[in-house]
């Protein structure tokens, strides 16, 4: 194995391990995106909620890139977007939020 393929390979195994480190937090801001879109779909999302999610969806645009999911950082970027707009539309936010469910953690 040549030196460039080795650190190719310990790289791949960092970012592996990093993912599934991060795997908890990942999940714990998916739920709060689960959370504010049944908040918008019940008409109770607070300024403060929206605000979190906004941030939240933020967060993983910009994390789960670096972990090859960019797919995923566009429907994050997605999520920001609508969190961002004066009015969301709860049926758009749920399916987003499944799509980028699904994209990062593909069979469930």
């Given amino acids: ?11 791949s195994k ?4 990093l993912w599934v480190r991060n795997r908890p937090l990942i999940l714990e801001r998916l739920a709060l995106l689960d959370q ?5 779909e019940s008409g109770t999302l607070t300024s403060e909620q929206r ?3 906004e941030s939240t969806a ?6 789960v890139g670096m ?3 960019h ?3 566009a429907l994050a970027r997605d ?18 939020t499944a799509s980028l469910r699904s994209t990062l953690f593909p069979g469930g």
């Fill in 36 to 40: 504010a879109a049944a908040a918008v």
């Fill in 58 to 63: 933020h967060k993983l645009a910009g994390s």
């Fill in 1 to 11: 194995m040549s030196n460039a393929n080795s650190a190719e390979a310990t790289t």
């Fill in 14 to 17: 960092l970012i592996a391990e």
């Fill in 79 to 96: 999520l920001e977007a609508e969190y961002v707009a004066e009015t969301q539309d709860a049926q758009r936010l749920l399916t987003l």
């Fill in 51 to 53: 605000k979190e999610a």
């Fill in 67 to 69: 972990f090859g999911f």
């Fill in 71 to 73: 797919q995923g950082t």
